[in-house]
């Protein structure tokens, strides 16, 4: 199996920097994607291969991925921002797609 | 824009199996790959399995012996199918519209809204 470790959860005041990290033995050789949920919706594509940003995701929404880590970048973190984060990626072999656990992030 | 929605029963017996539809609207079938993602109440993410070109399917290895995905012939739909299902398999399950260059970089880009199942008797 192949597992994405992500920090349970991160707070940040509006107008700071939000930082989520995402950890894979995998990831200097694979892209990894991330994902919004805020409460009761489906999920929504912020960042995928690596740093590149959805039409219609704010620039304030970066990611980073160097060594085993995957960092997701939120600068100048809205009020909106809140909600759970969840990293995507693939182990070398193609056959284990996982969800990282998921970073619940807390603007207040 | 495309669309997606998921459909199917909202209850199901243990060891029955669970059917659910996602239909697309705005794109289509064949000019894309897409995929199934479900989440257990209060939980993460978990991936089921994907489906390319030509019916070619990838799924979730914990899941494999159990899980079928297939494009309906009507080719405005494509169907999961889950057999043996306990109560591990309550949830919402989500339908998807992948992006990428690659099998190994596929991402679902677009998703649909989710329908709840539960199973229990």
């Known amino acids: 199996s192949y597992e994405l470790t992500q920090p349970p959860s991160v707070s940040v005041s509006p107008g700071q920097t939000a930082r989520i990290t995402c950890s894979g033995d995998a990831l200097p050789k694979k892209y990894v994607h991330w994902y919004h949920q805020k409460s009761g919706q489906a999920p929504a594509l912020v960042i995928y291969e690596d740093n590149k940003r959805p039409s219609g995701i704010p620039q304030r929404f970066s990611g980073s991925n160097s060594g085993t880590t995957a960092t997701l970048t939120i600068s100048g973190a809205q009020v909106e921002d809140e909600g759970d984060y969840y990293c995507?990626?693939?182990?070398?072999?193609?056959?284990?797609?996982?969800f990282g656990g998921g970073t619940t992030v807390t603007v207040l | 824009q495309v669309q997606l929605r998921e459909s199917g029963p909202g209850l199901v017996e243990p060891s029955e199996t669970l059917s659910l539809t996602c239909s697309v609207s705005?794109?289509?079938?064949?000019?894309?790959?897409w995929g199934w993602i479900r989440q257990a109440p209060g939980k993460g993410l978990e991936w089921i399995g994907n489906l390319y070109y030509a019916g070619s399917t990838s799924y979730n290895p914990s899941l494999r012996s159990r899980v079928t995905i297939s494009v309906d012939p009507s080719h405005l739909a494509f169907s999961l199918r889950l057999k043996s299902v306990t109560a591990a398999d309550t949830g919402t399950y989500y339908c998807?519209?992948?992006?990428?260059?690659?099998?190994?970089?596929?991402?679902?880009?677009?998703w649909g809204i989710g329908t709840t199942v539960n199973v229990f008797s």
């Open positions: 705005y794109a289509a079938i064949t000019s894309y790959y």
């Open positions: 995507y990626s693939t182990d070398t072999t193609g056959n284990y797609r996982v």
């Open positions: 998807a519209r992948l992006g990428g260059s690659t099998p190994f970089n596929f991402y679902m880009d677009v």
